[in-house]
């Protein structure tokens, strides 16, 4: 599943039709449709949409990236003498 099917299927949990949330969120019907065809959205498009069912997008760091960049190698490489 999409991001923009699962903020959809929110909304409908919410007794939101896609109109409503479009209404509610000021995104054009033919922007949600061309994205829900596409898989593809702006992130301001999202941020507005997610706001409408009363949600925010937050971005956290892949813990295991983070791990490697406070190792003491985090580019794995190995030296052989």
Request: net charge positive; charged share 25%.
């Amino acid at each position: 599943m999409s991001l923009i099917t699962d903020i959809i299927t929110t909304a409908k949990a919410q007794g939101m039709s896609q109109k409503t949330l479009c209404l509610r969120t000021g995104v054009p019907e033919s922007t949600l449709s061309r994205a829900k065809k596409s898989g593809n959205c702006d992130l301001k498009t999202i941020e507005r949409l997610l706001s409408g069912i009363n949600s925010k997008v937050s971005i956290t760091p892949d813990d295991s990236y983070a791990d490697k960049m406070n190792s003491d190698n985090p580019f794995g490489l190995e030296f052989k003498l």
